[in-house]
Structure formats: C-alpha cells, structure tokens
C-alpha cells in the first residue's frame, strides 16, 4: 500500500507571495491532518479534514487554508507569504478514529525569502 | 488546553544499553491517547507505540514500551537494547478521545534528540 505522498517536498517562495501544498493520502483514508514543524515553535497543527470537512482548526491567523477533495486529497493554501511561514509542513493520514494509527508524509520544506 | 512537555532536549545512549525518554502532560479529559512519535534525520515521522488512557496496561512495541502514570500525567518510553537505527528525534504527543465529534488533533511535546552511540 503506498504512503502518504506530499507534493512538492521543497519549494521556495518570497514574501508577499501564494503557495498550495498537496498531500495525498493513504488509499481509503478519510482523515488528513496539517502540521507547521519549526525550530522555535515546535510542531504545530494547523487543521484536519474529514470527509471534505473541516473537523477542527489551530490558531493560525485566515491567511492558513486548507480543503480536502472527494478522493481525501487535501490541499493547503498560505497567501501573503511571510518570513516566519517558513518551515516543513507535515500532512497525515488516517482512518478518521483518534484510535487510528495517523501516518505522516515527508513533508514539503518551505523556504520563504 | 493539553501541555505536552518534555523536559529533555538530547540524550545519548550506548548501542545495546537502556535509556528512558521523559514526558508529562497536562489535561483534564479522562478520555484521550498518548503516543511516542520518532522522526529520524531527513526521514518521515513514525509512531512508535500508543497507550489509551482508559487501559491501565503498559503498551510495549518489541524492545520499546512505555511507563504510563495516569495519576501522576506522566508517559515516559523505555528504549531497551539500543540501536544506530534508533538515532532520532522523539516526540510525545496527546490527543483528546472524543467519541461524539473525535478530531485527530495530536499536540506534540518539543521532543528529545536521541543519540544512539557505537
């Protein structure tokens, strides 16, 4: 069974500027969760979506968006980059229970100049 | 709101010895998980082994297990004969049990950097 695929794994972008992550999930996998990883703030959850729902969401300011597709693909969107948006974005995957197992993709490393 | 802490930031560790990992957390749910994540240099994090809080059972996962004090909100992971392949980061991370509207939202500790030496 494949993983959990995060496209792309590096990208970088300037200030002011949109960026949209993807994150593919494991087949039949209805949950995706999204986590900012930084040096000074830790890892962070930003939301997660079931069933193209948005189930819960962190305290990130509106410029922080995100959907799910009907096939559970997920997408997330930062506008108005800024210099501190820069880190690796970590998406999971589960079967949408707390008691499942979340699977972690490799994460897409966003350099902001 | 749930705290996750851990209080050591590096810990090093001869191949084939013991080391035990360090975590409290701060809650008042009497419902929820406990989890010990590892995320090895420039690889994808893996879970390494769960404990739900309703099960007074330790969780063990081959040569890692875990000490869970419910009373004392302390979960801490035993590595028992230590490997290079163990080298990583380890995180800790709670999450809420709610059966009626259940989220997968894990708050992740600040982890601890395990070194693993030959």
């Known amino acids: 069974k494949a993983g959990v695929t995060q496209t792309p794994r590096y990208l970088i972008k300037t200030r002011g500027q949109q960026v949209t992550l993807s994150c593919s999930p494991i087949?039949?996998?209805?949950?995706v969760s999204w986590y900012q990883q930084t040096p000074g703030q830790g890892l962070q959850f930003l939301f997660e979506?079931?069933?193209?729902?948005?189930?819960n969401k962190g305290n990130f300011p509106g410029r922080f968006s995100g959907r799910q597709f009907s096939n559970s693909r997920s997408e997330m969107n930062v506008s108005t980059l800024e210099l501190g948006d820069s880190a690796l974005y970590l998406c999971?995957?589960?079967?949408?229970?707390?008691?499942?197992?979340?699977?972690f993709g490799p994460g897409t490393r966003l350099t902001v100049l | 709101a749930q705290t996750v802490t851990q209080s050591q930031p590096e810990m090093s560790v001869q191949e084939a010895e013991t080391v035990t990992l360090s975590c409290t957390y701060d809650t008042s749910e009497n419902n929820y998980y406990l989890f010990w994540y590892k995320q090895p240099p420039s690889r994808q994090m893996i879970l390494v082994i769960r404990q739900e809080a309703y099960k007074q059972q330790n969780a063990t996962e081959n040569r890692f297990s875990v000490n869970f004090q419910k009373a004392a909100k302390s979960f801490s992971l035993k590595i028992s004969d230590s490997q290079l392949g163990d080298t990583a980061m380890y995180f800790c991370?709670?999450?809420?049990?709610?059966?009626?509207?259940?989220?997968?939202?894990?708050?992740f500790g600040t982890g601890t950097l395990l070194a693993v030496q030959p």
């Open positions: 991370a709670f999450m809420k049990g709610n059966y009626g509207g259940a989220t997968n939202k894990l708050i």
């Open positions: 087949s039949g996998h209805r949950s």
């Open positions: 979506y079931f069933s193209e729902t948005q189930r």
């Open positions: 999971a995957s589960s079967l949408g229970h707390p008691s499942d197992e979340q699977f």
